[in-house]
């Protein structure tokens, strides 16, 4: 039996294919994409264009509007915080049921919530149980383009993301077409029904057959992970599973840390620009019905930017040192942010529209990306469940702040100084760090391939004997 | 060309400063944009007439209500300075008050119009209400802040070419109407199909009451299941397939694989295309 190992330098220090095969890199992946991109495009921008029922449901029940925005609120927040369970379903039985549970879960909450007739019962229907089924959906997809792709992951990962601003375009006139025809309640128990739709996308997501021969169970076992796939460790990968629901030995990974601290500050500052576009762009004398336009100039930017950026990402020059790619991105997003409240006119509000859409669409499509590659793909399921769960707090800060920004000031440019000088310093942070971050892992490399090879030379002498 | 548009863009642009004119009111509500209660509200607008280089020292004016000649209004005009004025105070007492009026330069050289009426509700919705049978129907009408408050508000129904007041005293299980200063709502519990049509709600004021009008539609519980269902069967329809194409795939690969199952998700020669120097692999020959 010939066993041999070879670490490329062209891949990063951590880009280690710990799966123990070959992913597809293609064939049936892409259909996999597909799901994901569905999955992934009900996950964000359900929230978001909910917000057009808002006045009806509004006027029907009594209701305010702070206490009818909770409702989106919610639903986001319930999504992200469910990162950690819907990590471990999925590590346990695979992105296929998860997703399918995941649409049903969802088409199940928009048909109950259509029978509503007070502000709680939409905030359970829609809020926790809807905020459940996309939870479930989201984490899935990524794990399982992680299982399908390793040289094109950037570019599956910028397609699946892309889903985003695809389904915001769609949805949104699809949601006001149904809002005049069917009133809110019907147009509620239609998008349930479009929601089952990602239980298309869960059968799409053929589930990986790994190996399974005790020869090979050897062979397979990887320093660093715990030894899921064998058959003879089933009991003892239960209970593993459980350790990593909320595993904290996650924050001893440099790279992780660094990930995270980044991504606070992107996220605290990323949401409260869409949320006050418009209304920045009324008060410097902009017509109502252009202020709307810019975000849909930034969506449809987005859409685009997504798999190009991720395209750009995964060339060989940029791949390995994809960490320092994050980092540019974020700093081009924050200095849109800055640089906005320096023009006055509609064409350069425009202009802005189009660079906050490149920026935006640059940071998430890498977003889970660079997650993945720090992580690798055994651990990417709990990781990305354990800062979707950190996540949703600056998520849910961000824009409430930015609006007692403007409460106190009275201007909306400081709104665009505090997200741009955050988001610049958290993509500096990340560049800064990662040089450190890099450094050390050159330094490690040697080591651990050293490691490695004793590994091998080991296999090979227990399989030959 | 470029003469005749400036004369009369001119004159359009002069329509909108003065034209002196007064009227008195009863106390009651004002014609918009003035506001009434101590002074005299006074609306004054002017226009210009063509080929004003040749001034006559007099002209003739009168007024007109509705597109009728106002009786006695016939005046000579003095040329004052650079302009003519036409003045005449008006008594509005009731609605037949209200209404078009205009003041006539010479004969038709210079019209100038003002228009009398109650505050008109400026948000009308255009898209109807959609509402389903046996829910609970809400319809709103609102005055805008920038015009006065109106004294209460009515709700009517309309029955043909008619409309009937509805009074939600007389049917309190039906008809709910909550009034706030500037909104109005009315409730229409238990909705059948026959409540749908058009609703109008009137803002009443001492001089006459403003008119809106919104649609309310009815329908039944049916209506939204009908694509709903269409999607339920477009979604087992495509995840049958799928799976189905799946079990095919993976029977054709078992039989064709000598039972190497990792063949269909695992790379092997086949899908390898480029010259994979780049991957970290563990390369196992059996």
Not at chain 1, 127 to 135: A, E, R, Y
Request: hydrophobic fraction near 45%.
């Amino acid at each position: 039996m010939y066993v041999s190992l070879c670490l490329n330098r062209n891949m990063s220090p951590a880009l280690a294919n710990d799966l123990g095969y070959k992913p597809l890199d293609g064939g049936w992946g892409w259909m996999v994409v597909v799901g994901a991109h569905i999955s992934i495009g009900f996950a964000y921008s359900t929230p978001k264009v909910l917000s057009i029922f808002f006045e009806e449901i509004q006027e029907n029940l009594g209701a305010s509007y702070r206490e009818i925005a909770w409702i989106s609120s919610i639903m986001l927040a319930v999504m992200y915080a469910g990162g950690p369970v819907s990590s471990v379903l999925v590590s346990r039985f695979g992105s296929r049921p998860i997703v399918i549970l995941g649409g049903l879960l969802c088409g199940v909450s928009m048909v109950t919530a259509s029978f509503g007739n007070s502000i709680v019962y939409l905030y359970l229907c829609i809020g926790v149980i809807g905020g459940c089924g996309l939870s479930l959906n989201l984490n899935a997809s990524l794990t399982i383009i992680s299982k399908y792709f390793l040289n094109k992951r950037p570019l599956a990962n910028g397609l699946a993301m892309a889903g985003s601003p695809v389904f915001l375009c769609i949805m949104a006139p699809v949601n006001q077409y149904l809002l005049q025809k069917f009133g809110w309640r019907g147009s509620l128990f239609i998008l349930g029904g479009l929601m089952l739709n990602c239980c298309v996308a869960g059968a799409l997501m053929r589930p990986v057959v790994l190996p399974r021969k005790p020869s090979t169970c050897a062979a397979q076992k990887n320093v660093e992970e715990e030894p899921n796939e064998c058959n003879t460790k089933q009991k003892r990968s239960c209970m593993n599973n459980a350790k990593t629901f909320l595993d904290f030995t996650f924050f001893k990974d440099r790279g992780f840390v660094i990930y995270l601290i980044g991504n606070i500050l992107f996220i605290f500052g990323a949401y409260a620009p869409i949320v006050f576009l418009s209304a920045y762009a009324i008060s410097q004398g902009v017509e109502e019905y252009s202020a709307a336009y810019l975000l849909s100039i930034m969506g449809f930017v987005d859409m685009f930017v997504r798999p190009g950026t991720c395209l750009i990402a995964s060339s060989k020059w940029i791949r390995p040192r994809i960490q320092y790619f994050f980092g540019f991105a974020m700093v081009f997003n924050g200095t849109c942010h800055l640089l906005c409240p320096l023009i006055k006119s509609y064409a350069f509000l425009v202009t802005y529209a189009v660079f906050f859409g490149v920026g935006f669409g640059m940071v998430f499509g890498l977003i889970f990306e660079c997650l993945m590659d720090l992580m690798g793909n055994q651990r990417f399921p709990s990781a990305v469940g354990l800062v979707t769960i950190i996540e949703c707090f600056p998520m849910l800060l961000g824009p409430p702040a930015a609006g007692l920004l403007v409460d106190v000031f009275g201007d909306y440019k400081y709104i665009f100084f505090m997200c741009g000088s955050v988001i610049v310093a958290g993509g500096v942070f990340i560049f800064v760090m990662n040089i450190y971050n890099y450094h050390m892992l050159e330094k490690e490399k040697p080591a651990k391939v050293r490691e490695q090879n004793q590994m091998t030379i080991e296999n090979q002498a227990s399989a030959s004997a | 060309m470029s003469a005749s548009w400036k004369q009369l863009l001119f004159q359009i642009l002069l329509l909108l400063v003065s034209c002196r004119r007064i009227n008195t009111k009863t106390p009651g509500p004002t014609p918009p944009p003035l506001v009434p209660i101590t002074s005299l509200p006074t609306d004054e607008r002017s226009a210009s007439l063509e080929g004003n280089q040749n001034k006559l020292p007099n002209i003739t004016g009168f007024w007109r209500k509705d597109g009728d000649e106002v009786e006695n209004s016939q005046v000579t005009v003095q040329l004052e300075g650079d302009q003519y004025k036409l003045k005449r105070v008006f008594s509005i007492v009731s609605e037949e008050s209200l209404g078009s009026y205009s003041c006539v330069f010479g004969s038709e050289e210079a019209k100038i119009e003002f228009v009398l009426a109650a505050p008109q509700i400026g948000e009308v919705r255009d898209k109807p209400i959609v509402s389903y049978v046996g829910d609970s129907g809400v319809i709103a009408c609102k005055m805008e802040e920038t015009k006065p408050k109106p004294i209460t508000w009515n709700w009517y129904k309309a029955n043909g070419t008619d409309k009937e007041q509805i009074f939600a005293v007389a049917e309190l299980l039906r008809y709910e109407i909550k009034n706030e200063e500037r909104k109005t709502k009315l409730v229409v519990h238990n909705l059948t199909e026959a409540d749908g049509g058009l609703y109008y709600c009137g803002a009443v004021y001492a001089i006459s009451t403003t008119m809106s009008h919104v649609e309310l539609k009815v329908i039944s519980f049916q209506e939204p299941l009908k694509p709903f269902i269409a999607i339920v069967i477009e979604v087992s329809v495509l995840v049958a397939a799928i799976l189905l194409y799946e079990r095919c795939q993976s029977k054709k690969n078992y039989t064709a694989g000598n039972g190497t199952i990792d063949q269909t998700n695992t790379m092997t020669q086949g899908e390898n295309n480029e010259p994979e120097e780049s991957s970290s692999v563990r390369q196992r020959k059996i």
